[in-house]
């Protein structure tokens, strides 16, 4: 046992907790003495605050305390911090964590209330009495950057926040030699992680020693504690951030929010333990938003199908105030829009436009659903304009095999084999006979089509010499602890955060594998800064398994060999000629010659002297900080059937397949499962779900009866095809990919809905494709 661990198929060490009920999520802290904090948040999307007045709610019965933004701000020594600018020297547009002089969206919070129990918090917080001045909402695009615009931050000059460029080669030449140009406006609505447990925080400020004592769901608590230690002026040793299991991410919970620092505040000036977990309500206007964008992009080629450049403008709707990511999301979109192709020219100027609406952030597969979007979108048009197959033209643009290491605008594609993958995709829609069922339905006079997509994902980032030169003040490293104990278990120290995908899982198996362990001997600890090593960014960017699984390998190699050296002392044999299985260190050959890694483990620390090697330190505990050279490209190709109701515009997915290539699998079982609920969430952009805003800048989606978020009806059985091109530059060869099923579904759904509708001219250019949406795009397509 131990050995074949590393690409085994074993259930999630985290589901029986998980699945009986028996973990703990964040509402289940319960400390003594504490209470719980409701927010009082803006309904207005745009207003002056002129006067907030907390006399009443401060005297009802079972308040400890109430804060309003102003007391918040004398209590912190920096403004919301942003992670990443692309100027950070200009005024960056963050708030407070409670509004200050302004609200700039609807939802933002005011003032906040500690009590005995939530209930009294809410009905203290309606208590409280706020003087606005209403001011003009700017809700659009249009609106924000129309001259003589009402400005959202007095001290920029216009709404727009910031403008970065992405580029690579000469696109004015690719232009003006282009034999073909296509132009494409693409519209992207607005959406948000929609975890089942909602974001939440208990905080307790220790008067006597000082100390923060943060309990937190979130997947950076690393990142957070440094965060909160810039904003409340605090040592970061000082500062303790503990995270149960979280129910759900979605990338919701990398980013930081105004309630970690109100909840601290609120236990400082209460002296007891403050509870801060939002409703769904709010955590619809609250949690960090995503997806908003408009793109317009140009495409140049040869009449042949080769894209020779690529340019255009993206328009990232921002919010009211900018939130913990900055432009990042917008940015990551301009960045990987090449996607799998060689596109040796590009530009595309990122303009980050303030609005009032809720602050934008970072939602699974961050910029990446969009630019696959406009690249596959480009890309079937530029066939369709030439009146050829589209996979001929992926084919002929693909970055061949023999061009890696090959760099695109921003990250560098390390290698894959992607003709293969298409390949290995349309065999799997072959052997499935989706063109007989699509062909046989038309027959009937169904519309039926079959749709494709293929992403490339940035995965195992950093490095910190990347992120940090391309501005991300965080590092792109990750540590990892590894301990055999003196009964021979083995406990993995991470800083990762477990939100569902595994980890805990994926981490035991490179730990058993390398110290020849069973599965169940390793224990995996995460989420507490004080006992865990340093990961500096977190649980995000598919970088997990790749990263942390990378540097855990290097680290229990090491310790495997220490094992070996005492054993073979012990057993005054040469190490080399040990075998570790199954947890008993063996002398090759020679049965019967072994020891137990229980005996190894006491020999380590409980009978040192004279045991151990002279040279050898005790204890058995290996650490590792690994900072990759660079990124790992995982990539795949989504097919889908879909069958599109001409009458009502209704959109019915039929199958779902992805190929897909994350270099060495850690746990294909948990891959699959990966895959699905990526692509889950993925069709859940795509014909389902959006945020909306009213003619006066109202928040109109406040529930998932107005969100709507596909269930197990509207998600259709799924396929699987696995490749491995292990990345080269990671030990281990792993690639991340708990971003893939989202990245690649939305431009395969629409595909399909076009390829239905075939007939009729109908092009997607916008997500999602709502029922009202395609009946629109129909009747324009037939000229109705
Ligand atoms: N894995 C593997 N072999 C590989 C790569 C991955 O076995 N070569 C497995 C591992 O078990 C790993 C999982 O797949 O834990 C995802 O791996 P990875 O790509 O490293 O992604 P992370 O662990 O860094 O998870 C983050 C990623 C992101 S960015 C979001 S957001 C996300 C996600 O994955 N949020 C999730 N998956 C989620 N899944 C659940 N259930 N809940 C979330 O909130």
């Not at 030449?173 to 519209?187: G, I, K, P, Q, T």
């Not at 003196?486 to 991470?494: A, F, L, M, Q």
């Not at 893939?740 to 759904?749: P, S």
Request: charge should be negative.
């Amino acid at each position: 046992m131990g050995e074949g661990l590393i690409g085994a198929r074993v259930s999630r060490t985290e589901d029986p907790r998980l699945l009986t009920g028996r973990t703990r999520f964040l509402d289940d802290v319960r400390l003594p003495g504490m209470l719980e904090a409701a927010v009082l948040r803006s309904t207005l999307p745009h207003a002056r605050v002129v006067r907030v007045d907390t006399t009443a709610a401060a005297a009802h019965p079972g308040v400890f305390g109430v804060v309003t933004g102003a007391d918040v701000r004398a209590a912190v020594v920096a403004r919301q911090p942003v992670v990443w600018w692309p100027d950070p020297g200009a005024p960056i547009p963050s708030g407070y964590p409670l509004a200050v002089d302004a609200v700039r969206y609807p939802g933002q919070g005011v003032a906040a209330v500690a009590a005995v129990d939530r209930a009294t918090a809410e009905d203290a917080a309606e208590l409280i009495e706020v003087e606005y001045e209403p001011l003009p909402a700017v809700t659009t695009v249009e609106q924000a950057l129309a001259p003589g615009a009402p400005r959202l931050h007095e001290d920029l000059p216009d709404n727009v926040g910031a403008r970065v460029l992405v580029e690579k080669g000469d696109v004015a030449a690719a232009f003006a030699e282009a034999e073909v140009v296509l132009r494409e406006s693409f519209r992207f609505s607005r959406q948000l992680g929609a975890p089942l447990e909602t974001r939440g925080v208990v905080a307790t400020w220790d008067p006597f020693t000082g100390r923060l004592d943060v309990w937190l769901s979130t997947q950076a608590p690393e990142l957070v504690r440094e965060l909160l230690g810039e904003v409340l002026g605090l040592p970061v040793g000082r500062i303790r951030v503990r995270t149960p299991d979280v129910g759900g991410g979605f990338g919701t919970k990398f980013d930081f929010y105004g309630e970690e620092v109100v909840a601290a505040v609120l236990s400082r000036v209460t002296g007891r333990p403050v509870k801060l977990v939002e409703d769904r309500r709010e955590s619809f206007v609250a949690s960090s938003h995503s997806r908003e964008q408009r793109i317009e992009v140009e495409l140049a080629a040869r009449a042949d199908g080769t894209i020779t450049g690529m340019r255009g403008t993206l328009h990232g709707v921002l919010g009211g105030v900018v939130g913990s990511a900055g432009l990042s999301p917008c940015w990551t979109t301009a960045a990987t829009m090449t996607g799998p192709y060689d596109i040796p020219a590009f530009r595309v100027d990122v303009v980050g436009v303030l609005t009032n609406r809720s602050p934008y952030g970072s939602y699974r597969g961050y910029g990446l659903p969009k630019s696959n979007f406009v690249h596959e979108h480009m890309v079937e048009a530029l066939a369709r304009r030439l009146g050829v197959d589209a996979h001929a033209v992926r084919r002929r643009n693909f970055i061949a095999p023999s061009a890696f290491p090959y760099p695109g605008p921003v990250f560098v594609h390390d290698g894959g084999r992607y003709e293969e993958c298409l390949d290995l995709c349309l065999g799997a829609v072959a052997r499935a006979g989706w063109a007989g069922f699509a062909a046989a339905a038309r027959e009937r006079g169904e519309a039926v089509g079959i749709g494709y997509s293929f992403h490339t994902e940035v995965s195992a980032f950093g490095p910190s010499r990347i992120v940090n030169r391309g501005g991300l003040r965080h590092s792109g490293f990750d540590e990892e602890v590894v301990r055999v104990d003196s009964t021979g278990h083995v406990t993995v120290h991470t800083g990762l955060s477990a939100m569902g995908q595994g980890i805990h899982t994926a981490l035991a198996q490179v730990a058993a594998q390398c110290l020849g362990v069973p599965l169940d001997h390793v224990t995996v600890i995460s989420g507490d800064t004080d006992a865990c090593p340093y990961t500096g960014y977190g649980t995000g960017a598919s970088r997990a398994a790749a990263v942390g699984g990378a540097a855990l390998l290097t680290a229990a190699t090491r310790l495997r060999a220490k094992v070996l050296r005492i054993a073979g002392h012990v057993l005054e044999v040469s190490p080399d000629d040990l075998d570790v299985a199954d947890g008993v260190v063996s002398v090759r050959g020679v049965p019967g010659a072994a020891l137990t890694l229980a005996q190894v483990g006491d020999a380590a620390y409980r009978r040192v002297d004279g045991v151990l090697p002279e040279d050898e330190t005790p204890t058995l505990e290996e650490r590792e900080v690994y900072d990759p050279v660079d990124t790992a490209t995982s990539y795949g190709c989504t097919a889908v059937l879909a069958s599109v109701d001409v009458e009502t515009g209704v959109v019915t997915l039929l199958g779902h397949l992805i190929a897909h290539d994350c270099g060495t699998v850690i746990n294909p079982l948990i891959v699959d499962g990966q895959l699905q609920g990526g692509a889950a969430q993925g069709i859940g952009g795509a014909l389902f779900e959006q945020l909306s805003y009213g003619p006066s800048g109202e928040a109109l989606t406040r529930s998932f009866t107005d969100y709507l978020l596909p269930t197990a009806v509207e998600v259709p059985p799924f396929g699987i095809e696995h490749m491995s091109t292990p990345a080269e530059h990671v030990p281990g060869g792993f690639k991340g990919m708990g971003e893939a099923g989202v990245v690649g579904a939305g431009a395969a759904v629409a595909h399909a809905v076009e390829d239905a509708l075939s007939d009729r001219g109908v092009t997607i250019t916008s997500l999602p494709i709502t029922p009202p949406a395609l009946l629109a795009a129909i009747r324009k397509g037939t000229g109705r």
